[in-house]
Structure formats: structure tokens, C-alpha cells
């Protein structure tokens, strides 16, 4: 029988490198604080590592897949040299008002639509509700959710978590630190508070009481318990 893996889905721009707005050379990639050390105790605890990308400069013509690939290829070696395997990059290259006609379409595969990590999932035999996305943007969460994974919203730049239908059902984090410690946190399962289906239950609870403010609050507690030995 075929084992089933899980992984860690990872939105590629403002969550692992520093977003430079269509950025496609290789020497604009700028690891953010904390990234590799946080990958690093995922893949010790037995996540595959797939990045989910979009990127619709291919779409709008500000560069060619062959780019985005070249710049996947160089942020994998970087990795690597640190000792971290990334297992899959997936990119959308697609955008409805893109200039390119190839690509300039609504697909299946930018999130918020599930399709990449769908795909993704198929190819490396992974379980969905055993994994994990991590992403920067309320479209990063809806397609984990819609793929049926665990979320976790990087709250660390301007795209605040305005969308309380999402806020209600992802965690939110700090910095990719705090990303990977709930996830690891919720391993070592000494917590029920860190279960997201009691999350859920509990911030549905408290609908009108500022849902975002509350599941954080949730979550520090649950920390300070889960991280006792
Ligand atoms: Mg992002
Ligand atoms: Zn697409």
C-alpha cells in the first residue's frame, strides 16, 4: 500500500521570499526571517514541502514561464545548500486580463481555486486534511480550504485578513516562525485548543466578537500550554 504523505502547502511571494511585485530574476529572491529554520523543523517532522504560486506576469507579458522556472530552479538550490528539499513548485501563470491570449483566461489553478494544490497532492500521494497551507493573502487560505487543509495566515504586511468568513476558519500567524510552531505545536497534539475543527466551533461561538482577535488570542494560549513537555 502506497504511504500517505503530508505536506506543507507554501505560498512562494510574502511568505517565503520578500514580495517584489512581479518579481522573475533570481537576485530579487530575498529569504524572509525565519524561513529557513522554520522549513527546515517541517521537513524534520515529515512534511513535504510543495510551493503554490501564482503568477500572472506571465499573463500580463512581464516575463515567461521559462523565467518563473529558472527562478524556481535557483530558490531550490538556495534551499538546498541549507539543507532544506522543496518536493514541487506549482505556478499559475494565468490572469483573466492578462495581455498574453495563451494564457489569458479563468482557470482552475490560481487561488483562490484549489486546482494546484489539488494537482500537487495527487502527484506526491499526499492527504489533504493531514496537511497544511501557509500563505499571506485571504486567496491563499481560500484555496487551502477549498482543497480541504489546515490554513495558516502570515498576518505580516498590508493585505489584513478583512474577509470574517475566512478569518473564522484559518489561523492566523505573526511570521512564518509562529506559522511553522502552530504546526508543530498541533503534532505534538498535547493541545485540544490547537485543533482547528474546536477553533472553529469556538469562534463561531463567538460571532460578532472580532473573530481574527479571537482566534489569536486562542492561539497564544494554546502555546503556552502545548509548549510545556
Ligand atoms: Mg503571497
Ligand atoms: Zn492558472
Redesign the pocket.
Known sequence: MRPIARAVFL?????LIR?KKYAYRPEEIELLDGVLAGLRTLQQADFRLLVITNQSGVARGLFEEEDVRAMHRYLRELLLHDGVGISGFYYCPHHPDGCVPAYAFRCQCRKPEPGLILRASLEHGISLPDSWLI???VT?ARAGLAAGCNTILINNGPYAIDDPAVGSLTMVARDFTHAAKIILDHEIGEDDDVQPSRYRAKVHSAAGTGSRRFLAGQLLRGHGRAAKP
Open positions: 505560498d512562494r511571494d510574502g511568505t514580495d500563505g499571506d493573502f491563499d
